[in-house]
């Protein structure tokens, strides 16, 4: 009878430790927004992967995404967003040279070809978008790639991560996942201890 009793015990715990992951699971899935159909993305090319030619990727991608959301933040055209964008050019070309120094780049708009990325339990297909596609020196490194209009920019697609200033959000995600998996020990505890197990 004991181990019948303990083995119903088992079930409910794995079964509300299961129900709670899903319900993590879920609503951390739900932050993240479908990428729509009108949509003009940046994406950044980086010399190599060496750490301080990604480094110099990571600056141009904070100054220009940065600059790029304060004009289209509040616009609710895609044609007023590539109006803007194709006017201003020049500056994006400027912020560029600024963070690069010597470095040769270049900044092109237009239809750009991008890889499938899976983000999130997501699939992004890859293909051609419309996109800004800044390329720093030979441009054989690591990309980033994010979504100007409408301004996703604080979502990192490129490697799953939140970037800018959502880096506390994402570590109080991660804490409050710690602290889930501690009371489901404590669950498992209690209930051994009242069988004596």
């Given at each position: 009878m004991k181990y019948i009793?303990?083995?119903?015990?088992?079930?409910?715990?794995?079964?509300?430790?299961?129900?709670?992951?899903?319900?993590?699971?879920?609503?951390n899935s739900d932050e993240y927004q479908v990428i729509p159909d009108e949509a003009i993305r940046l994406r950044i090319l980086a010399n190599s992967n060496s750490d301080k030619?990604?480094?110099?990727?990571r600056e141009v991608r904070d100054r220009v995404s940065e600059e790029i959301t304060e004009w289209v933040e509040d616009l609710t055209s895609i044609n007023e967003a590539r109006e803007i964008i194709h006017n201003n050019l020049d500056?994006?070309?400027?912020i560029v040279a600024e963070t690069v120094g010597d470095q040769t780049f270049s900044v092109d708009y237009g239809e750009v070809e991008f890889p499938d990325k899976v983000y999130d339990n997501l699939v992004y297909p890859g293909g051609?978008?419309?996109?800004?596609?800044?390329?720093?020196?030979?441009?054989?490194?690591?990309?980033?790639?994010?979504?100007?209009f409408p301004p996703l920019c604080f979502v990192d697609f490129s490697n799953g991560a939140t970037v800018l200033d959502h880096d506390d959000e994402k570590q109080?995600?991660?804490e409050e996942e710690e602290e889930e998996v501690e009371v489901s020990f404590f669950l498992w505890d209690w209930i051994k201890g009242i069988f004596n197990v």
């Open positions: 009793l303990m083995g119903i015990a088992l079930v409910l715990v794995i079964q509300f430790v299961y129900m709670e992951s899903s319900v993590v699971s879920q609503s030619d990604q480094e110099l990727k500056q994006i070309e400027t051609e978008y419309e996109a800004i596609l800044i390329s720093i020196g030979e441009a054989e490194g690591d990309n980033w790639w994010c979504v100007l109080e995600e991660q």
